[in-house]
Nanobody, 116 residues
């Protein structure tokens, strides 16, 4: 059973940057495709970014293209999301997700608040 723990959220002004981290434990980190999702108040949870098990392939929602970068460090069992040029509409709880062949795990989320 994989446990995921996000960190790095906080309050930032529009135009600022944050780097989110997701520390994985209890499983083989490199076996999972990793994702970031987010959920704003009153809205559905939405996809933000994904990275393949090798780190060689990444995918982004249109909202984050050119501003967000997903990466993973298998030696540290950690997933990252570098967020630049943040906008108020990026305000949400950000969740880390690990997806395997027949399993899926979620972290508890970290709050990101972008002030205008």
């Amino acid at each position: 059973h994989v446990q995921l723990l996000e960190s790095g959220g906080g309050l930032v002004q529009a135009g600022g940057s944050l780097r989110l981290s997701c520390a994985a434990s209890g499983g083989t980190f490199s076996s999972y495709v990793m994702h970031w999702f987010r959920q704003a108040p009153g809205k559905e949870r939405e996809f933000v970014a994904a990275i393949s098990w090798s780190g060689g392939t990444t995918n982004y929602a249109d909202s984050g293209k050119g501003r967000f970068t997903i990466s993973r460090d298998s030696a540290k069992n950690t997933l990252y999301l570098q967020m630049n040029s943040l906008k108020p509409e990026d305000t949400a709880v950000y969740y880390c997700n690990a997806r395997g062949a027949a399993v899926e795990y979620w972290g508890q989320g970290t709050q990101v608040t972008v002030s205008s």
